[in-house]
């Protein structure tokens, strides 16, 4: 039987370390573990910082921050699927094949999905794609590194 997840603000804040201005996700609209799969969104709001100075006569979402939304929804998933990464930190470590294919504008809401999820080791591997009103704004395959938190 498939599962189907959803996280509100208040899950995503208990799933990943992540807080403002740097959580770049704002909802979990779907989990399929079946098909390896997350859906996640994130509204761009004019008050986000990064626009005082990206552009102010024309605020365009960074890419690397929609790089961003991108790396964190697949860590929500991995964090939500399997239990052995729920204490785990992910990193960013690399990107292949990135594409930026049209800008994002304030009052744009985001919607990025994440799929095929492979893992070597402490390495995981998903494409993701971002879109805005069904149009493609970023693709890239992101590679994550699952590491132990130390505290002390």
């Known amino acids: 039987m498939e599962e189907k997840k959803e996280l509100s603000i208040r ?11 740097f959580l770049m996700v704002d909802r979990v609209l779907e989990i399929d573990r079946e098909r390896a799969y997350i859906k996640a ?5 004019i008050n986000e910082p990064y626009f005082q100075g990206h552009f102010p006569d ?20 991995l964090k939500v699927v399997f239990p052995e990464c729920a204490d785990k930190l992910f990193v960013l470590a690399g990107m292949e094949n990135v594409r930026f294919k049209n800008p994002v504008f304030p009052g744009d809401t985001l919607i ?3 799929e095929g999820f492979k893992r070597k080791g ?31």
């Open 41 to 45: 969104l994130k509204n761009v709001s």
């Open 11 to 21: 899950g995503i804040l208990q799933t990943i370390p992540h807080r403002y201005p």
């Open 122 to 152: 402490h390495i995981i591997r998903t494409n993701v794609v971002a879109k805005v009103d069904d149009k493609v704004v970023a693709q890239a395959e992101i590679i994550a590194a699952m590491v132990e938190v130390k505290n002390g």
């Open 58 to 77: 024309y605020p365009i979402m960074p890419g690397v921050l929609i790089l961003e939304a991108m790396a964190q929804t697949g860590a929500i998933y």
């Open 112 to 114: 990025i999905e994440a």
